[in-house]
């Protein structure tokens, strides 16, 4: 009798095994996009917590938050306006830049009659909803969006 030397898969045993591989790195793919959108809203809200401290020194060397053309700053009426506002006080590579980079952080300034300069509002959109980052600021304050229902999913600090 002959014995049947051939050993290894069959064409059909290796489609199988390359699709359950294909199955498994798309489900892990999903869950790591998922994961890397959490990652980049929790940078957000980090950057707004220094920006927060900025402004504060800033406020302590001006007297004002950035709104007007005093202490060496300009009238900021962006985020970009914002970073040359607070080269007063630091260095400007040091403002914080939204990690996707077609997307930008928002700087607000009260400018109520005798109230100029004394409060402010910083935010950013975030990517996804999280209960946990839902802020006490809603709708639009100083011109920026502080709406954090869906699907804006805005959150903002204020002075």
Same mark, same amino acid.
């Given at each position: 009798?002959?014995?049947?030397?051939?050993?290894?898969?069959?064409?059909?045993?290796?489609?199988?095994?390359?699709?359950?591989?294909?199955?498994?790195?798309?489900?892990?793919?999903?869950?790591?996009?998922?994961?890397?959108?959490?990652?980049?809203?929790?940078?957000?809200?980090?950057?707004?917590?220094?920006?927060?401290?900025?402004?504060? *020194?800033?406020? %302590?060397?001006?007297?004002?938050?950035?709104?007007?053309?005093? #202490?060496?700053? /300009?009238? &900021?009426?962006?985020?970009?306006?914002?970073?040359?506002?607070?080269?007063?006080?630091?260095?400007?590579?040091?403002?914080?830049?939204?990690?996707?980079?077609?997307?930008?952080?928002?700087?607000?300034?009260?400018?109520?009659?005798?109230?100029?300069?004394?409060?402010?509002?910083?935010?950013?959109?975030?990517?996804?909803?999280?209960? *946990?980052?839902? %802020?006490?600021?809603?709708?639009?304050?100083?011109?920026?969006? #502080?709406?954090? /229902?869906? &699907?804006?999913?805005?959150?903002?600090?204020?002075?």
């Amino acid at each position: 009798m002959k014995k049947n030397t051939n050993t290894g898969f069959t064409l059909v045993e290796m489609l199988v095994v390359l699709t359950i591989i294909a199955i498994l790195s798309g489900a892990a793919l999903a869950a790591l996009t998922g994961f890397r959108a959490s990652a980049r809203d929790t940078r957000r809200v980090s950057d707004l917590q220094n920006t927060q401290n900025y402004l504060e *020194l800033y406020f %302590n060397k001006c007297g004002r938050y950035p709104g007007d053309a005093s #202490c060496g700053g /300009t009238n &900021p009426t962006s985020w970009a306006g914002l970073t040359t506002a607070l080269g007063a006080v630091m260095d400007t590579a040091k403002v914080p830049k939204d990690p996707v980079s077609t997307r930008t952080y928002y700087y607000g300034i009260d400018t109520t009659a005798g109230q100029e300069g004394l409060r402010y509002v910083v935010g950013a959109q975030l990517e996804r909803d999280n209960s *946990l980052l839902q %802020n006490d600021v809603d709708g639009t304050v100083y011109g920026v969006n #502080c709406d954090d /229902t869906s &699907p804006n999913f805005y959150y903002c600090i204020q002075s």
